[in-house]
């Protein structure tokens, strides 16, 4: 009953939907550095986690204490927007599902897709259920990813698992005509689906660029929580 | 025994397994004139290091039981603590911190802040230890003090400041720039014992600027007046940063940093000067102890020689004197001949022969005054016993100990065998109170108890060694419990007439689950069991919890609240209502849905970056969550919780995997659930076992 009411109040929800989530390929989340581009995509996973699934959150980036910090933070955000919710039962709840989240941070000069695959084979290997979704944080779209992605491609067919970045955009650049700040623009067949985070006086705007036909939506986040706000 | 308290140092020195303390206590003791001669820890000439007097610690290369030891440095007396690194032996970290005033933590200039420093992070935390920080092994490839002093601040919530940058790293590291001194320091002859000061290398001028500006910022925090020399950009002297870290640093508000290299025999010496400098003195930390006479009030005790003693035995060992009991003592003064009072028993002891200790060497001093370590010989106590003057009735508050959570079955293997195994253990359970012994009625067999493998396999091998008791072990055991998980009520009636008074006796009410161990709630009115059965109703619940009623295992986290009962004018009895509550609880306990709970441990592997899928295999096929993993350098560390029945030979497993290049830590974090399929094999195991014994 708690996981459904928290899910209902997940941005993730809110703006993608969060049974699609999963169903796709790559996912992305844009925005220029500070917006909150890692804090949206921990509400991503903690949609899946509320529905019992596994979460892979890979980060070139962060220390495995700092996205366990963001997890914390994510989830009481989650908690506090929901209004009362006995303190117990909410601990009790994260005791449970946030065992289904394993971050791994990676050097991001030393980062190959193998690495993973020896990961997510050993979960084969010891017949475990597999995570349902990847999240990598940290990829510098600015350099040619073409080699990398298309590895991981591979692996997300052969672990049957979809994957969802980060994508940090510059603020000198234009977007295109579409509206898609270059990083995207380069991988756009990759991409199913895209959500840009700008900043908007003193909220955050959150425009679905990708999401099958569903395009061009906006929704407006709260900066401090990314909880999604009345319009 | 020095009389002036600020001329008083008792440190310990702590750290991850291997990170060189006991390395660094040898040069301690070398530059302090204790010893002649450095003996390396695994040293080619088999000598081993004088801190690891137990042959088993010089033959492994880990320290097992904590050494005491002291030096004069600088016209001052430093009684030391070495402890040992290993979490199995963690219990020996927890007795040295409890009585220390100061620590010096050891990291490793490589590997950071690992696993065990955490765990020795949070004791110093518990017994609110002031530190500074030693960066060691700065002559390692991959050296990296810097990388280390932030993940001191990221990892361990220190406000951790540089007082030191390094000459050179890795094999070109040759001494260490005093940002306070704005000196450089090198250090000459065979053993670095001559430590010569330089100007600073004119290429590292601008980065030695840079680092003791950030220093004076984050230092002048603790010091006006040295805020204020700084924003009047007038001359700041040495005394008022020194002054301003020790007051950060005994407020446990900073932790100052230093490095070099033990083994190669750089800049301990700072560090020993840094010792005196910024950690406390016996006068700078206040502790408290609880008067038994005064409602247990907290009592300060004061450094005073004069005032009534107060003494903690915080270690003991069998000698060949008779016992050995380490204390400290924190008020008046233990003198030979007096006769003082065990505040456990009240038993009067006779202060026979007074020591001080040299690792397993003895000096007799005729008195240890108050803020000093000293033995006392030839007195029966336990660890944790507070020693007090007739006049008083004080106690210190005991230590944290953890429950044992692996046993191992172990049968001598003749007579004279089985007479060593109990002297042994008499010795060892004394000691080392996480190391617990008992016999097993059912099957004879004497089961001992510990922390982890390692742990056991220890004690078995210095029974075999300093007792020449030969046992056979057999396979080591999961401290397994059980535990209910739903709400069920009982309504029993025990009465018996057999000729004779009879017994009667009914008590009704429920049972529920708690994150406590047990609670009663007695909630009968009207005096439908008097009074004075209730304690009888609890007795018997609680004798319930020693063995659950078919798996028999210990059994926790149950609230009985009894509501209603019955008595019988004449055969009503405390026998009676105990059996009536045993029976209640037998008939509430399986319809509460009992459920076995296993052992979880936190498991860290470090392993070079190559075998990391390998290690995070390994952990998913021991049915363990892999909680993070985390590339640092060249090495990733992976964090899980496992369950420890899957641990067993763990090390083996983990050396072939990894071609020798891991290693792991284990240590017990919580009780779990067992899931169905592992609780189905351990009841069919133990029915086996039954069924073995039965015939």
């Not at chain 2, 004197?321 to 065990?342: A, E, M, P, S």
């Not at chain 2, 990733?636 to 792991?664: H, N, Y």
Request: hydrophobic fraction near 35%; include cysteine; glycine fraction near 8%.
């Amino acid at each position: 009953m708690l996981k459904n009411d928290l899910i209902l109040r997940s941005p993730a929800e809110k703006t993608i939907g969060a049974e699609n989530i999963t169903d796709g390929q790559f996912g992305a989340v844009l925005s220029r550095a500070g917006v909150g581009k890692t804090g949206f995509l921990v509400q991503v996973a903690l949609t899946r986690l509320l529905c019992d699934e596994k979460v892979l959150h890979i980060s070139l980036c962060d220390t495995i204490e700092k996205i366990t910090i963001r997890y914390n933070e994510g989830y009481t955000s989650l908690i506090e927007n929901i209004g009362y919710v006995d303190a117990q039962i909410a601990e009790r709840l994260w005791g449970e599902i946030q065992h289904h989240k394993t971050g791994i941070t990676y050097n991001e000069s030393t980062f190959n897709v193998d690495k993973i695959r020896d990961y997510l084979n050993s979960f084969k290997g010891a017949d475990l259920t597999l995570p349902t979704l990847m999240i990598i944080d940290g990829l510098d779209f600015d350099t040619d990813l073409s080699d990398m992605l298309s590895d991981l491609k591979q692996l997300q067919q052969d672990f049957g698992l979809c994957t969802w970045f980060s994508m940090k955009s510059h603020r000198d650049e234009p977007l295109n005509q579409n509206g898609y700040p270059v990083q995207l623009e380069k991988y756009d067949t990759l991409f199913d689906k895209a959500v840009f985070l700008v900043t908007e006086e003193d909220k955050i705007q959150a425009i679905v660029l990708k999401d099958g036909d569903r395009t061009d939506q906006k929704f407006l986040l709260d900066p401090a929580t990314l909880m999604p706000m009345e319009e | 025994m020095i009389r002036d308290l600020k001329r008083v140092r008792n440190i310990g020195i702590s750290a991850h397994i291997d990170s060189g303390k006991t390395t660094l206590t040898e040069r301690i003791l070398f530059y302090t004139n204790r010893i002649h001669k450095i003996n390396e820890v695994r040293g080619k000439d088999g000598t081993g290091a004088v801190m690891d007097s137990m042959e088993l610690e010089k033959e492994r290369g880990i320290t097992i039981a904590s050494a005491a030891t002291h030096c004069e440095w600088d016209n001052h007396s430093v009684n030391i603590i070495d402890t040992p690194g290993h979490v199995d032996f963690t219990v020996e970290v927890e007795r040295s911190l409890r009585v220390l005033d100061g620590v010096v933590l050891i990291l490793c200039s490589v590997s950071g802040v690992q696993s065990q420093s955490i765990t020795v992070d949070q004791q110093m935390k518990r017994y609110q230890v002031p530190c500074i920080a030693f960066v060691n092994k700065c002559d390692r490839s991959g050296a990296n003090p810097l990388k280390v002093c932030k993940q001191l601040r990221d990892k361990l919530g220190h406000n951790s400041v540089m007082l030191q940058l390094p000459i050179g790293l890795e094999d070109k590291h040759e001494g260490v720039i005093d940002l306070v001194k704005m000196k450089a320091y090198y250090f000459e002859g065979d053993n670095g014992e001559k430590m010569v000061e330089a100007q600073i290398p004119a290429e590292l001028q601008d980065d030695a600027d840079a680092a003791r500006e950030e220093m004076l910022d984050a230092v002048s925090l603790f010091s006006e007046e040295l805020t204020d020399a700084v924003l009047e950009e007038a001359e700041i002297t040495e005394e008022m940063i020194m002054s301003a870290v020790r007051t950060g640093t005994i407020a446990r508000e900073m932790t100052p940093v230093f490095l070099g290299s033990a083994y190669k025999n750089k800049a301990v010496q700072p560090l020993l000067n840094a010792v005196i400098s910024y950690l406390p003195c016996p006068l700078d930390i206040q502790n408290e102890a609880i008067d038994l006479d005064n409602n247990e009030e907290a009592v300060i005790l004061e450094s005073d020689f004069d005032k009534p003693a107060v003494a903690l035995a915080f270690k003991l060992e069998d000698g060949q004197y008779g016992q050995l009991t380490y204390i400290r003592v924190y008020q008046g003064c233990v003198k030979k001949g007096d006769t003082l009072i065990n505040s456990r028993d009240h038993k009067k002891v006779k202060i026979g022969r007074l020591i001080r200790m040299h690792s397993n060497q003895t000096e007799d001093v005729d008195a240890v005054p108050a803020g000093h370590i000293g033995a006392m010989f030839g007195v029966d106590c336990a660890s944790g016993d507070t020693f007090v003057s007739p006049d008083i009735n004080y106690s210190m508050i005991a230590m944290h100990i953890m429950d044992p959570v692996i046993s191992l079955s172990i049968t001598p293997k003749d007579n004279k065998a089985q007479i060593n195994m109990s002297k042994a253990l008499n010795r060892f359970t004394k000691e080392d109170p996480t190391f617990k012994t008992y016999v097993d009625h059912e099957t004879g067999d004497t089961i001992i108890q510990g922390m982890g493998e390692l742990h056991l396999e220890v004690y078995v091998e210095r029974m075999k060694r300093e007792y020449s008791a030969e046992v056979t072990t057999g396979q080591p055991r999961v401290a397994y419990r059980e535990t209910i998980t739903r709400k069920a009520p009982f309504n029993y009636t025990h009465k018996k007439q057999t000729g004779g008074a009879g017994q009667f006796g009914r008590v009704s009410g429920f049972m529920e689950p708690t994150e406590e161990e047990f609670e009663f709630v007695n909630k009968v009115t009207g005096g439908r069991i008097p009074t004075q059965y209730i304690p009888a109703c609890e007795k018997g619940f609680v004798g319930c919890l020693v063995k659950g009623p078919s798996l028999e295992f210990p059994v926790t986290g149950i609230k009985v609240t009894l509501e209603d009962g019955a008595y019988h004018a004449v055969d009503s009895s405390e026998m009676a209502f105990q059996s009536a509550a045993r029976g209640g609880f037998l008939e509430a306990y399986n319809k509460a849905k009992p459920v076995i709970m296993e052992p979880i441990m936190k498991v860290v592997i470090e392993t070079p970056n190559e075998f990391q899928g390998a290690c995070m295999g390994l952990i998913n096929q021991r049915r363990g969550i892999i909680q993070g993993s985390q590339e640092e350098g060249v090495m990733s560390v992976i964090e899980s919780q496992v369950p420890l029945s899957d641990m067993f030979g763990f090390s083996t497993i983990l050396r072939s995997a990894t071609q020798g290049k891991a290693q792991f830590t284990m240590e017990f974090s919580s009780y779990k659930q067992a899931p169905l399929s592992v609780a189905e094999e351990i009841a069919k195991t133990k029915a086996e076992e039954k069924a073995a014994k039965n015939k």
